[in-house]
């Protein structure tokens, strides 16, 4: 079951449903995420964005069919589904006193018996994604007195520590500074290199999304495009993104040759 | 930051918690020498020790223990700092079942329902009604918070009912009914106990089951599936735990207010700690001593008078739930 994980969409389209019908956000929408890939979500604010990512985790009800290895969510039991994917958010209140190896300790919760109780295996791997994230000094320390970007690396340890093959992080390198937004996509990028894990990961920063992603969900113009990175460089593509925006429209323009001028 | 070691803390609040009881005992209309409690060759004593003391220290353990236990899960569960047990309605649910009985019987004549035991039935029937139709409520809401609302709602029905059953009732039934709000460990005796504690044993099953998912719920986030986790399942005995813990507790020696706010802050803030494998015990011991000290403040010395117990929680309860407020442990560390 977990040898082949890939994400297929049929007529997929993202948006909220009322009691009588669903209001789309989206066009209807098919693909096929192979496995072993980093996928990277770009799109504006308010694209839709998080959105996607919580009905890919199913969180929220989407039009259209959603299968992974064949399986709709649905079918899949609680504990199937979270030894299948893990999951990364953006928003955690976490409870006073709470340290940074406990809430790495979330993640193993699947793998724990009934009182939750942590093996050596357990405690390995905490400490096995503890250091890959550069967090094992951190352990010890309370997570709400740790820094955004430390709170997101502890977060990303996480679920690094939850062994899914297939993960998805909301924004992960929002708070980060600039060598860790681009260690942490590079780290994304070995696991699924070498682990053969499918990561999809939401992001605003194009350059590491350029340097790293193996392909691109684009949400523009309540559309979704899955494109290769590469095609992301392409005037058109970054066209979409801009186009659209209640900004005026000289600054559209700024904006345009900026990018086309880097490239 | 320095911390305690787990042990050392247990071991300091049980010997607390010793200390407390076995003073606890001494302590009454007539003083008891504290060292020769359990050897005393005068009979008078010896049944006043086993017949009324040693039954009102079991009592306030175990109050003390349910109310904080109970306390701590709601905190968790709502992840808020001033829920306590009560926060659901399971109270008004009982205080509604008490008056239901002591008014109601007054004005349709049938007095026999005022007794001790018919009083503790419908305080055990309104709060479990009140958790069944909560459960009812978990079943169909999306949103954890709107149970909170739909609690306090039912609490303050509850409430306005038995306003205006003691509108209509005589003043002695008034008294009556006012004087169990006030709560009481004093008429608990010992079959009552032991219903209390198979009532707390099997809610402490549930809480068991729970720590878990409890230990999950400090991430402080709502979605528990991508754990694998059952978000609704573990909703439901959380409910279901504290519940039981609350409205026995409350059957048996009326609503006592403060301590299940109170005593999780206390064991949060002296084990540094978010997990329940921690704060259940501590909360439970720490809940215990308080109630023993609360319960020896309620005599006044040198007379035989003794105060209304919810009058003393909230004497000690209210400055620190100030405190709380305006000290909100530094920026919710």
């Not at chain 1, 956000?25 to 996607?52: D, E, H, R, Y």
């Not at chain 1, 997570?143 to 899914?164: C, H, I, P, T, Y």
């Not at chain 2, 720490?286 to 004497?315: K, W």
Request: aromatic letters at 12%; charged letters at 15%; a positive charge.
């Amino acid at each position: 079951m977990i040898s082949s994980p890939v994400i297929e969409l049929v007529d997929f389209q993202i948006g909220y449903r009322s009691k009588t019908d669903f209001c789309s956000l989206t066009s209807p929408f098919s693909a096929k995420l192979p496995k072993g890939k980093l996928i990277a979500i770009v799109g504006t604010n308010g694209a839709g964005k998080t959105t996607l990512i919580k009905s890919l985790t199913a969180q929220i009800s989407y039009n259209g069919s959603l299968y992974f290895n064949g399986k709709t969510p649905k079918s899949y039991s609680v504990e199937q589904w979270a030894e299948l994917i893990s999951l990364v958010q953006t928003h955690y209140q976490v409870q006073a006193f709470t340290n940074v190896f406990d809430v790495i300790a979330k993640g193993r919760t699947v793998h724990t018996n009934w009182l939750g109780h942590l093996s050596e295996k357990d405690n390995e791997l905490i400490m096995l994604s503890a250091k890959k994230l550069g967090v094992d000094h951190l352990l010890e320390r309370y997570f709400n007195q740790l820094s955004d970007g430390e709170k997101q690396r502890v977060l990303v340890a996480m679920a690094f520590a939850q062994s899914s093959p297939i993960m998805f992080f909301d924004e992960p390198t929002a708070y980060l500074d600039y060598p860790h937004k681009f260690y942490l996509t590079a780290l994304m990028k070995s696991l699924c290199e070498n682990e053969d894990r499918t990561i999809v990961f939401s992001s605003h920063d194009l350059e590491v999304v350029t340097k790293y992603a193996d392909l691109v969900l684009l949400i523009a113009q309540k559309q979704i495009h899955l494109i290769d990175t590469k095609a992301l460089m392409d005037a058109s593509y970054i066209n979409l993104l801009i186009e659209g925006q209640d900004i005026p429209e000289e600054f559209k323009k700024e904006l345009y040759e900026h990018w086309t001028k880097k490239q | 930051m320095y911390r305690w070691p787990f042990i050392s803390v247990v071991l300091i609040i049980a010997i607390l918690l010793v200390l407390a009881f076995v003073l606890n005992l001494s302590i009454g209309e007539v003083w008891l020498n504290p060292f020769q409690l359990f050897f005393s060759e005068n009979l008078q004593s010896a049944i006043l020790i086993s017949e009324f003391r040693l039954p009102r220290a079991i009592a306030a353990v175990l109050v003390g223990s349910a109310l904080s236990l109970s306390g701590l899960m709601m905190q968790t569960l709502f992840r808020n700092p001033i829920a306590g047990p009560y926060v659901l309605g399971i109270s008004s649910g009982s205080v509604l079942g008490v008056s239901l009985v002591i008014l109601g019987g007054s004005i349709f004549s049938a007095e026999f329902l005022s007794s001790n035991s018919a009083i503790i039935i419908a305080a055990l029937v309104g709060g479990l009604a009140m958790m069944f139709i909560l459960l009812m409520v978990l079943k169909i809401i999306k949103d954890i918070m709107t149970l909170l609302i739909v609690g306090m709602m039912f609490g303050a029905f509850a409430t306005s009912v038995s306003s205006i059953l003691q509108y209509f009732s005589p003043g002695f039934q008034v008294k009556a009914f006012v004087l169990w709000t006030f709560g009481s460990l004093s008429k608990v005796d010992y079959p009552q106990i032991y219903w209390m504690i198979s009532f707390i044993v099997l809610a402490l099953f549930f809480v068991v089951l729970s720590l878990k998912g409890l230990n999950l719920l400090t991430l402080g986030t709502s979605q528990l599936e991508q754990f694998g986790i059952k978000t609704k399942r573990l909703h439901f005995i959380i409910l279901l735990a504290t519940a039981l813990l609350t409205s026995s507790v409350t059957a048996f020696c009326g609503p006592i207010g403060f301590i299940g706010v109170i005593v999780p802050h206390i064991s949060k803030k002296i084990l540094k700690t978010s997990n329940h494998w921690r704060l259940m015990p501590v909360s439970m011991m720490i809940g215990a001593f308080i109630m023993l000290v609360s319960e020896m403040l309620t005599h006044l010395p040198g007379s035989g008078m003794v105060l209304p117990i919810n009058s003393v929680t909230a004497f000690i309860g209210i400055p620190f739930i100030l405190w709380i407020l305006f000290k909100p442990l530094k920026n919710e560390i």
